[in-house]
Structure formats: C-alpha cells, structure tokens
C-alpha cells in the first residue's frame, strides 16, 4: 500500500521560504510512470495544483507560482519536496503531497496533508 | 490558468440522482480525456471517483459516473446515500502540460 506523509514547520514568517517534506512508503519515487506532485488547499476553498514532478526528472509547475516555486526528489530517502519563496498570508493553507499517474491529473494516493500558517 | 467553473452546490434526497457539471475551455477540458473527479469530506484528503472522463478506480462505487460533451465534464452520482455528502472537484490536463481544477462543489444529501 502507497503512503504518503508531510512534514515540515506549521508556522513561516511573512517574506520567509517555505520547505516541505513528502515521505513515501510502499512505492520508489524513482521508478514507474508516475508524476509526484503538490497540492494546497486554503481554508474553507479550493483544491490549488502547485506542480509535479516526473520520474524522469522533468517538472512543470502553475504559471501563478512558477517563480517562486522548486519541487525535487531525494531518492536515497524516497522524499518529495517543496520549496516555495516569498511567502505570504495568501499562502496560508493545508499543503498536499500526491501521486499521479497518466498525464498527472490523476491523482491515486494523497497525503493526509499539513497546515502551513504564514503569520508574523 | 482560470480554475474550471463548477456550480457552487446541488442537493439531492437519498435514492434520487444529481450531476455536477465542470467546464472548460478547448485548452483542458474540450481538448483532452484526461478528466477526474475527486471527493472530499471534512478534514480529509480528497479521493479519487472518475479518471479519463469516464473511468472508475477500484473500489468506487458504479453509483458514480462520468461524461463529457464539448467543453462541459459531467459527474453523476445516483441512488444518493447518505455519505455521499462531500465537497467534489474535477481537473483537467492542459494544453500547457499543467492541470487545473475546478473550484469545486458542495453536495448536500437532504
């Protein structure tokens, strides 16, 4: 069974940059025709594609963040990351990691997701 | 990239049908079969019902179904139950190799 789990701190400062984790278990994150992507989530709305990577490596990532926005792989510990600049309140939001196969808008396994709260 | 536009709610009683309906544009949407739909409760992640428009991963009910006609994907939801009182939400692949959802649904079961 794939799983998937965030970590990382629940609390940046407004200007700051934001660093998270994605631990998977049960899948190499090296291997298959997947995509590994990011996921958030304000309180109260919508679902908000961050970006995705590849196994191959190759990244595309939403026009509306892709400035600030770097997503890799760290298959010694089969981790996914995010790291997003510049953060802001409108930042605020439950950040998910997810697996995706096809052209990558199918997502199959989340994780359970982690509340990143910009506040100074 | 514009968010898909999806109603903001629909109701249905149990045992009755309901369709919730997401458009795009000829870029996601009307161009491609590359369409899902995911629910979401209360504080969970969401889940996957339909991929590819109109196919079920294993595990969902065939109470769920998908369509598409032009640039408008289709959810339907038949025989109502109780849980199946969510929030939903579709995404496309886009022309520009990204994917976009839509702004999702609220269903209420009366």
């Known amino acids: 069974q794939v799983q998937l789990q965030e970590s990382g701190p629940g609390l940046v400062k407004p200007s700051q940059t934001l660093s998270l984790t994605c631990t998977v278990s049960?899948?190499?994150?090296?291997?298959?025709?997947?995509?590994w992507s990011w996921i958030r989530q304000p309180a109260g709305k919508g679902l908000e594609w961050i970006g995705r990577?590849?196994?191959?490596?190759?990244?595309?990532?939403n026009p509306s963040l892709k400035s600030r926005v770097t997503i890799s792989l760290d298959t010694s510990k089969n981790q996914l990351s995010l790291i997003l600049s510049f953060m802001t309140a409108a930042d605020t939001a439950v950040y998910y990691c997810?697996?995706?196969f096809g052209h990558g808008e199918t997502f199959d396994y989340w994780g359970q997701g982690t509340l990143v709260t910009v506040s100074s | 990239q514009s968010a898909l536009t999806q109603p903001a709610s629909v109701s249905g009683s149990p045992g009755q049908s309901i369709t919730i309906s997401c458009t795009g544009t000829?870029?996601?949407?009307?161009?491609?079969?590359?369409v899902s739909w995911y629910q979401q409760h209360p504080g969970k992640a969401p889940k996957l019902m339909i991929y590819?428009?109109?196919k079920w991963p294993s595990g969902v009910s065939s109470r769920f179904s998908g369509s598409k006609s032009g640039n408008t994907a289709s959810l339907t939801v038949s025989g109502l139950q109780a849980e199946d009182e969510a929030d939903y939400y579709c995404?496309?692949?886009?022309?520009?190799?990204?994917?976009?959802f839509g702004g999702g649904t609220k269903l209420t079961v009366l």
């Open positions: 997810a697996r995706s």
């Open positions: 049960g899948a190499s994150i090296s291997s298959g025709s997947y995509f």
């Open positions: 990577l590849y196994t191959s490596g190759s990244t595309n990532y």
């Open positions: 000829t870029s996601d949407v009307g161009g491609y079969n590359y």
């Open positions: 590819d428009v109109s």
């Open positions: 995404s496309s692949y886009t022309s520009s190799s990204t994917l976009v």
